[in-house]
């Protein structure tokens, strides 16, 4: 049982899984970072692009097409969200409760659009198989989701380190006010920048749906583990998300493998262990 | 501000007290059960506020407390057998009292959005041993056949009017101690910490242990509320802690208004009512509350409470002008 | 109102303006640009509307001769939360049911008010003191959740009132829990329906059995009724694996443990998305080798998601579409006029038990014309009820609980389309018949040649 | 005895180090100047010997107890007290509050949990005595945070006043005034006891010469530049530049 093969077959399942954790958290912190706001509704974001891909998947009979317009149209939502509620308020808390009545908003619409059946995302044939790894099979699609969450890791971390609005990103991260000084358009930023986590959050929604069925109720199961991940990491950090998804996911997936009694509360105690030796998350500065 | 829902508004509290004593003698026999509840989340919703209106710390954990208080009087009821109601209703405010100033330990650290996550994860955690400790818990089957003890002089509370006067006990005493608080030297503190915390230090005051306090007290009161709600509905479940409720309450506060001291009470009426009515009649009623909530935040950061406090205003003004 | 609401936000704009007067109305951190409340409070207004009017009080037009008062039943279910899907099937089963009575039993018109408990048992307490005492039901039909039938069991004999459920089969409410008050028309998990596939999974040959089932009351329930008949015949279970109820996102180390040189079968009790989930993940990660067996894991409602992946799974249960006989192709045709034909698609057990609930509660009111507020009557006439439901023959023990057949089935696709085939049927199964030493018998299957 | 004794204070943020290695002590009752330009580590010098942050290296000790580890609320227990620079008060509460918060904060009572604050007439007592000098005893029923800059500047001193420091840390006290509310804090500072002693950082000279200091030190990225009698700080060279260097 404990042989190489099995093993490693775990630890990949366990990356792939922290894969999607950190799509849904890079978002999330990149939201923190720069406006400084905990959005609540990342996981109706998550549930909403599952949807959204699905549905436009199964119109158009074409699998990229939905998952590209399922993170776009997310996109979209969040731009309106920020454009009409939270320009209009003043206090980062305002902004969080606001976030927290979405969460009751979207719920009930993508239940009256979608139902309560579980949706899946059928992959094309060529992703659906596996492949042998030292004689164990391994999904394809996991294969799939590892290179894509690698992808956008890097290319996240290009963008910050490499190009101007990224450095402006970084500068938010660690300092806003100077951000307001070098004489930034603040709001434009933003804007852009919650537009972009949402639509990481609905990007991780719909590459996560072949594996995660989406059914109404799972927006609140994924903000849990977003913000589980998100606190372990550290606020505010882009590689803190990276860290925390895969520690999360690989302590959920080992834990499970060890000792499934303990279930539910596993990740709940890894937090518990990290906030305990550090109150401010892995990489959470202060 | 201070002086919002402060001083001497002696018949803002005679007039509802008469009105919640008449009110079972003519009200139908479900819209008492109906009261019941609102005043339990009453209790919980002010509780609630005295760490997010007055100390400034939104947690999005209180549920933990509602259900250790819940669970607490349900398993000394249904397992221990213990049938003395004040005997429970101890137990099950000290326990939470515990578990508050556990988590408190924690938490307190942080503030803003950071406390908020972090109250909202170790509530997961206690909604987490809730669901999987089924020796003692029962898992998601609860504990049923909580049936409620005497709480002596031979009065039943089993008759829901009875209860309904009990709760109304409880309510009045929560509320006039929470009041008294809030107006006290320690209740000022913590508002002066809501407003400033870097100047509270400055002028010598150790933060970390008010907010400490503050964090506990809210947390006792909360289980008060579980203990009740548990003997209301002879029966506790993991929905007690679980996020959910948390959100219910959160926005209880919201709604009603936060800076105001009978706000959460108004709010935890409006919402409870809301809810129970729109639920009767669609599905569709976390909609609902949603848009209330953004609504309150966005055009009412005080809350119903904070423009009834306004309108009253302006009728003085009407008045002084004529 | 809504003009009420207009003004009274007019005079708050108004007096925002002169704000130097009032100092406390600084205090609103809200900026003048954003008082344009009037637009968004009519929108509120509105949804309230919209969303008032979607459903669900329906007490439909009943024919013109209407002397006597209606009869009230109450219907509660969790049409919101992680089982929101079964709830609203059971529901249109329910209602399909009324309707072909006409919504009308010996003269009496029928009302049905529905309540969802949002799968939260405090809620479903709330809401059955609410249908008793508020909108003064006749009868109660529900729970849907083990939970809440264990939470409203003493409300029920308290107040003598004579519930039907159609699903919550946590076996003590018909056992030792038992009240003359509580009909179950569905089934007993652990008393009586899983047992019996521990007693098939053997007589068809499994020996060694890895068991995955819900860390939930009933997951486990399910899993103990198995062991109880499984163990008892000689059969080993080498593993048990319970998963948390829809909040597990990844299976892959559960089925890591399962060790499938030790093992000739694996069992599973996983429903909604758990299933879905897991039979993926099951086919990805190549275990196809190994049968699968599962209850409600594979109904008709997640075919359509599993697609391939479910192909050859069997499993054991006592409804499923493609049976043959003429009640449940009345029963789906009836249903596609209702709900059309892409809803017809989908109906699994869940449809069925809210539709037989009905159809007895429909059956004990004829047979006391009508006289519902004779409870004692009532009661025993239901005790007599015995027609032909969708899934068979179908009537109550003497502890009120269901006695009916069940079936072997695999997944299986016909054209382009995929449906559980029936292999075997067996029965009629009463609760507690393991222990009774009862050996169920094989019997043909309903309506095939 | 010293009222503070500091020595080989540094701290730096990130790369930026704003205190570089300062040395000085000041003794009981003097009264102190520190000038220097923008972002020359005044206000951090403040913030180190408050304690609201941590020096990286060096000792700092009041009244001969060494004090580098202790925290903020302690110091003040010691009679130590501040203003600050961007005035921190408690906006959404009425003036006579803040004042009480001050006054109780090192009182027993501050705990009381039971009797309403307005009980402790003692307290109001207190608070008049102090306000009323400075013409806040008439605003003692507004939200602070209607009231104008000037009198919230005011009240920043009040505040800092009411703690009866023995040691007593002034952060531009007149930072953005009209001269007249100028004169006004000018007086307030005169008017205190004898026995305080007081650093006052002051961005503009006219300041410093206004309230006749004992000494002055001249910050200068960090470092102490020059350390004298105001009329020694006049002459010397090094300063003059630094300010002719920053003026324009």
New interface residues.
Partial sequence: ?FDLG?LL??AM??IT?GM?LFLLAAGFELM?GVM???NMAHGSFFMLGAYLGISIARQTHNFLFGILMGAVSVGIVGLVTERF?FR???????Q???T??????L???S??AW??????L?TPALLAG?V?ILAK???I??LVLLGVGLLTALGLWLFQEKTRVGSIVRAGVDDREMVGVIGINIKLLSTLVFTGGALLAGFAGIM?S????V????D??VM??A??V??VGG?GSLRGALVGGLLIGLA??????LL??????LI??V??VV??IR??GIFGGG | MERIGYGKHWPVVAIPIVLLLVFPQVASFYSVILLTEVLIYAIFATSLNLELGYTGL?SLGHAAFFGVGGYTLGILIAKGGIHNFWLCVIAAVLASAVVSSLLGF?SI??S???F???T???A??VW??A??WRSLTGGDDGISGVSRPTPGLTISIMNEVNFYYLVLLFFAGTLFLLYRICRSPFGHVLQGIRESETRMQALGYDTWKYKYVAFIVAGTFAGLAGALKACQDGFVSPAYPS??TS?MV??MC?VGGTRIFLGPTLGAAVVWVVRSIVSSYT??W??V???I??IA??FA?QGIAGYLVQVRGLLKRARAKS | MLINFRRKIEVIAKARKDRAIYGFLRNL???E??MKPTRLFSLLIGALFVFSSAKTVCSQPASASQTKSPIKIGWIGAL???L??GS?AALRGSKLAFKEANWEVAGRKIEMVVEDDAYNPGVTVTKVKKLLFSDKINLLMGPWANASGLAIIDFIKANKLITVTYQCAQSSLTEDKYTPYFFRSSFNDAGQATPFEGWLTYHLGYRKVACISL?TAYGHSCLDGFKKSFEKLGGKITQE????Q??T??F???L??I?TSKIDLIYSWLT??DA??FV??YS???YKKTPLFGANMIGE??LP???DTALGIHGILYYVQSLPNPENQRFLKMYSNEYGPELTK?VAAFDVQGYEASKLIIAGLRAVKGKVEDSGALMKALEKVQFESPRGPLKLDDHHNAVFLNYLFRVEKVGDRYQNTVLKAYGPLYQGWFEAGFQPPEVPVPGSK | MHALKVEALSKSFGGLQAVKNISFYLDVGERRGIIGPNGAGKTTLFNLVTGQLRPDAGHISMFDRDVTAMPVHQRIKMGLSRTFQVTNLLPNLTVINNVILAIQALGPTAFGMFRPLTDYKELYAEAQRLMTPWGLWETSDMLVRNLSYGQQRCLELVLSIALKPRLLLLDEPTCGMTPTEVASITKMIHALGKDIAIILIAHDMDLIFGLDLDSVNVLHYGQMVAEGSPQEIKLNSTVKEIYLGTED
């Fill in positions: 049982m099995s077959n775990l399942s366990g899984f999607i923190f400084r706001i905990i509620l209009r308020l003043p206090l980062h808390l305002q969080v409760y606001v927290f009545g979405i969460i009751y908003i719920a009930d619409i239940k009256w139902g309560s059946n579980p949706y899946v059928s596996s042998t099979p391994f999904p699609y996991r996560a072949p594996i995660i069925p059914l109404p109720g799972i609140w199961d849990t583990l913000m589980v998100v606190v606020l959920d997936t080992f834990g499970k493998f499934p009694q303990v279930g539910i509360v709940f105690l937090l518990a906030l305990i109150p401010s | 939104p924690f650290r942080t803003g959005a950071f908020l996550m972090l909202f994860a170790l997961q955690f987490g041993i669901w999987s996020v959910v959100g959160l926005l919201l599905e569709y976390s909609f509350l949603g848009c909530l953004i935040v966005m950061p | 951190n809200c900026k640009e954003q919101t939360g992680p929101a899907q609203a860390d694996i319970y998963t948390p829809g909040t996102m990844d892959a180390p559960y890591a443990k060790d909604g998305s879905l989930r993926k993940q990805e990660y190549g409602t997640y998601e599993l697609g989908q």
